[in-house]
T-cell receptor, first 114, second 117 residues
Protein backbone atom coordinates (compact mmCIF):
# COMPACT_ATOMS: atom_id res chain seq x y z
CA UNK A 1 0.00 0.00 0.00
CA UNK A 2 1.83 3.05 -1.25
CA UNK A 3 2.01 6.05 1.03
CA UNK A 4 1.24 9.64 0.15
CA UNK A 5 3.13 10.59 -2.98
CA UNK A 6 4.28 14.04 -3.92
CA UNK A 7 6.05 15.25 -7.00
CA UNK A 8 8.29 16.77 -7.81
CA UNK A 9 10.47 16.36 -4.74
CA UNK A 10 12.46 19.43 -5.66
CA UNK A 11 11.37 22.33 -7.84
CA UNK A 12 13.36 25.37 -8.89
CA UNK A 13 11.58 28.35 -10.37
CA UNK A 14 12.55 31.88 -11.29
CA UNK A 15 10.58 34.80 -9.94
CA UNK A 16 7.36 35.28 -11.89
CA UNK A 17 7.04 31.68 -13.03
CA UNK A 18 4.36 29.24 -11.99
CA UNK A 19 4.86 26.29 -9.65
CA UNK A 20 2.62 23.21 -9.70
CA UNK A 21 2.91 20.74 -6.86
CA UNK A 22 1.15 17.39 -7.02
CA UNK A 23 -0.09 15.10 -4.30
CA UNK A 24 -1.56 11.63 -4.59
CA UNK A 25 -3.16 10.55 -1.30
CA UNK A 26 -2.90 7.10 0.17
CA UNK A 27 -5.27 4.54 -1.31
CA UNK A 28 -8.65 4.85 0.34
CA UNK A 29 -8.02 8.36 1.64
CA UNK A 30 -10.38 11.08 0.50
CA UNK A 31 -9.14 14.00 2.61
CA UNK A 32 -6.11 16.01 1.51
CA UNK A 33 -4.34 18.76 3.40
CA UNK A 34 -1.55 21.07 2.28
CA UNK A 35 0.98 22.60 4.66
CA UNK A 36 3.90 24.95 4.18
CA UNK A 37 7.09 24.81 6.17
CA UNK A 38 9.38 27.82 5.97
CA UNK A 39 13.05 27.25 6.84
CA UNK A 40 13.59 26.59 10.55
CA UNK A 41 9.85 26.75 11.27
CA UNK A 42 6.96 24.39 11.94
CA UNK A 43 4.23 23.42 9.53
CA UNK A 44 1.50 25.92 8.75
CA UNK A 45 -1.87 24.76 7.50
CA UNK A 46 -2.84 26.06 4.08
CA UNK A 47 -5.88 24.24 2.73
CA UNK A 48 -8.07 21.19 3.27
CA UNK A 49 -9.81 19.51 0.36
CA UNK A 50 -12.08 16.60 -0.33
CA UNK A 51 -12.76 15.33 -3.84
CA UNK A 52 -13.92 18.29 -5.95
CA UNK A 53 -14.42 20.46 -2.86
CA UNK A 54 -12.33 22.99 -0.97
CA UNK A 55 -13.44 22.65 2.65
CA UNK A 56 -11.12 25.14 4.36
CA UNK A 57 -8.64 27.46 2.67
CA UNK A 58 -8.20 29.79 5.61
CA UNK A 59 -4.42 29.28 5.62
CA UNK A 60 -3.89 30.00 1.98
CA UNK A 61 -2.67 33.41 0.80
CA UNK A 62 -5.49 35.22 -0.97
CA UNK A 63 -3.52 35.88 -4.12
CA UNK A 64 -1.42 33.70 -6.40
CA UNK A 65 -2.19 30.45 -4.55
CA UNK A 66 -4.88 27.96 -5.51
CA UNK A 67 -5.59 24.31 -4.84
CA UNK A 68 -7.76 21.63 -6.33
CA UNK A 69 -8.56 17.97 -5.83
CA UNK A 70 -10.36 16.75 -8.92
CA UNK A 71 -12.54 13.67 -9.13
CA UNK A 72 -9.76 11.91 -10.99
CA UNK A 73 -6.06 12.48 -10.48
CA UNK A 74 -3.89 14.07 -7.84
CA UNK A 75 -4.44 17.17 -5.79
CA UNK A 76 -2.63 20.19 -7.19
CA UNK A 77 -1.26 23.18 -5.33
CA UNK A 78 -0.60 25.96 -7.80
CA UNK A 79 1.46 29.06 -7.11
CA UNK A 80 1.40 31.73 -9.79
CA UNK A 81 4.06 34.41 -10.27
CA UNK A 82 6.28 32.96 -7.57
CA UNK A 83 8.39 35.24 -5.37
CA UNK A 84 11.46 34.44 -3.28
CA UNK A 85 9.31 34.30 -0.13
CA UNK A 86 7.49 31.29 -1.55
CA UNK A 87 10.65 29.20 -1.13
CA UNK A 88 9.68 26.53 1.37
CA UNK A 89 8.84 22.88 1.79
CA UNK A 90 5.25 22.08 0.88
CA UNK A 91 3.79 19.00 2.47
CA UNK A 92 0.66 17.15 1.56
CA UNK A 93 -1.12 14.88 4.03
CA UNK A 94 -4.09 12.59 3.66
CA UNK A 95 -6.53 10.88 5.96
CA UNK A 96 -9.28 8.30 5.45
CA UNK A 97 -13.00 8.81 5.29
CA UNK A 98 -13.43 10.23 8.75
CA UNK A 99 -11.49 13.37 9.46
CA UNK A 100 -10.75 12.21 13.00
CA UNK A 101 -8.17 9.84 11.62
CA UNK A 102 -4.44 10.49 11.71
CA UNK A 103 -2.96 12.47 8.85
CA UNK A 104 -0.17 10.75 6.94
CA UNK A 105 2.35 12.94 5.22
CA UNK A 106 4.05 12.77 1.88
CA UNK A 107 7.79 13.41 1.51
CA UNK A 108 7.24 17.06 0.63
CA UNK A 109 8.20 19.27 -2.30
CA UNK A 110 11.08 21.67 -1.76
CA UNK A 111 10.44 24.79 -3.79
CA UNK A 112 13.31 27.16 -4.43
CA UNK A 113 12.61 30.47 -6.10
CA UNK A 114 15.65 32.13 -7.62
CA UNK B 1 -2.54 32.76 21.75
CA UNK B 2 -0.38 29.82 20.76
CA UNK B 3 -2.37 26.66 20.32
CA UNK B 4 0.65 24.40 20.66
CA UNK B 5 3.76 25.41 22.58
CA UNK B 6 7.07 23.59 22.44
CA UNK B 7 9.43 25.49 24.70
CA UNK B 8 12.59 23.54 23.93
CA UNK B 9 14.09 24.61 20.61
CA UNK B 10 16.91 22.11 21.05
CA UNK B 11 17.74 19.15 23.28
CA UNK B 12 20.71 16.84 23.74
CA UNK B 13 20.52 13.32 25.11
CA UNK B 14 23.10 10.62 25.62
CA UNK B 15 22.61 7.47 23.61
CA UNK B 16 20.58 4.83 25.52
CA UNK B 17 19.18 7.44 27.90
CA UNK B 18 15.53 8.49 28.04
CA UNK B 19 14.44 11.98 26.99
CA UNK B 20 11.25 13.99 27.42
CA UNK B 21 10.14 16.54 24.85
CA UNK B 22 7.65 19.06 26.21
CA UNK B 23 4.39 20.11 24.62
CA UNK B 24 1.57 22.18 26.06
CA UNK B 25 -1.64 23.03 24.26
CA UNK B 26 -4.51 25.42 24.52
CA UNK B 27 -8.10 24.51 23.67
CA UNK B 28 -11.54 25.01 25.13
CA UNK B 29 -12.93 21.93 23.39
CA UNK B 30 -13.56 18.64 25.16
CA UNK B 31 -12.89 16.49 22.11
CA UNK B 32 -9.44 16.81 20.57
CA UNK B 33 -6.43 14.75 19.61
CA UNK B 34 -2.71 15.14 20.11
CA UNK B 35 0.04 13.87 17.82
CA UNK B 36 3.78 13.71 17.64
CA UNK B 37 5.66 13.65 14.36
CA UNK B 38 9.37 13.16 13.67
CA UNK B 39 11.17 15.00 10.89
CA UNK B 40 14.69 13.68 10.21
CA UNK B 41 17.22 15.65 8.20
CA UNK B 42 15.91 14.01 5.03
CA UNK B 43 12.77 16.10 5.53
CA UNK B 44 9.87 13.68 5.58
CA UNK B 45 7.24 13.82 8.34
CA UNK B 46 6.86 10.55 10.20
CA UNK B 47 3.84 9.90 12.43
CA UNK B 48 4.91 8.60 15.84
CA UNK B 49 2.03 8.52 18.30
CA UNK B 50 -1.53 9.72 18.92
CA UNK B 51 -3.53 10.48 22.08
CA UNK B 52 -7.26 11.20 22.11
CA UNK B 53 -8.61 13.56 24.74
CA UNK B 54 -10.93 10.87 26.09
CA UNK B 55 -8.29 8.16 26.23
CA UNK B 56 -7.66 7.29 29.84
CA UNK B 57 -4.41 5.45 29.23
CA UNK B 58 -1.27 7.15 28.02
CA UNK B 59 -0.48 6.15 24.44
CA UNK B 60 2.58 4.02 23.81
CA UNK B 61 4.23 2.89 20.57
CA UNK B 62 7.41 0.93 21.07
CA UNK B 63 10.02 3.27 22.57
CA UNK B 64 7.65 6.23 22.35
CA UNK B 65 5.13 7.12 25.01
CA UNK B 66 2.96 10.17 25.45
CA UNK B 67 2.69 11.55 28.96
CA UNK B 68 -0.81 13.03 28.79
CA UNK B 69 -1.78 15.33 31.67
CA UNK B 70 -5.16 16.70 30.73
CA UNK B 71 -5.61 19.11 33.64
CA UNK B 72 -2.25 20.68 32.91
CA UNK B 73 -2.88 20.57 29.16
CA UNK B 74 0.41 18.90 28.47
CA UNK B 75 1.29 16.07 26.10
CA UNK B 76 4.98 15.36 26.51
CA UNK B 77 6.74 12.79 24.34
CA UNK B 78 9.03 10.35 26.13
CA UNK B 79 11.60 8.46 24.10
CA UNK B 80 13.21 5.62 26.01
CA UNK B 81 16.64 4.18 25.24
CA UNK B 82 17.61 6.88 22.73
CA UNK B 83 19.32 5.81 19.54
CA UNK B 84 21.47 7.82 17.14
CA UNK B 85 18.70 7.54 14.58
CA UNK B 86 16.39 9.47 16.89
CA UNK B 87 18.26 12.68 16.08
CA UNK B 88 15.63 14.79 14.31
CA UNK B 89 13.09 17.57 14.69
CA UNK B 90 10.02 16.57 16.67
CA UNK B 91 6.69 18.31 16.22
CA UNK B 92 3.71 18.22 18.54
CA UNK B 93 0.32 18.79 16.91
CA UNK B 94 -3.29 19.09 18.02
CA UNK B 95 -6.49 18.34 16.21
CA UNK B 96 -9.57 20.21 17.43
CA UNK B 97 -13.03 21.01 16.12
CA UNK B 98 -13.24 23.76 13.56
CA UNK B 99 -16.13 25.36 11.78
CA UNK B 100 -17.89 23.28 9.17
CA UNK B 101 -17.82 20.10 11.22
CA UNK B 102 -14.25 19.06 10.64
CA UNK B 103 -11.19 19.05 12.84
CA UNK B 104 -8.17 21.23 12.14
CA UNK B 105 -4.59 20.32 12.98
CA UNK B 106 -2.15 22.88 14.37
CA UNK B 107 1.58 22.22 14.74
CA UNK B 108 4.07 23.48 17.27
CA UNK B 109 7.39 25.03 16.29
CA UNK B 110 9.33 21.86 16.97
CA UNK B 111 12.20 20.62 19.13
CA UNK B 112 15.49 19.60 17.60
CA UNK B 113 16.80 16.49 19.36
CA UNK B 114 20.41 15.44 19.05
CA UNK B 115 21.52 12.08 20.39
CA UNK B 116 25.15 11.98 21.49
CA UNK B 117 27.10 8.73 21.18
Amino acid sequence: NAGVMQNPRHLVRRRGQEARLRCSPMKGHSHVYWYRQLPEEGLKFMVYLQKENIIDESGMPKERFSAEFPKEGPSILRIQQVVRGDSAAYFCASSPMTVQETQYFGPGTRLLVL
Amino acid sequence: AQKITQTQPGMFVQEKEAVTLDCTYDTSDQSYGLFWYKQPSSGEMIFLIYQGSYDEQNATEGRYSLNFQKARKSANLVISASQLGDSAMYFCAMREPYSGGYQKVTFGTGTKLQVIP
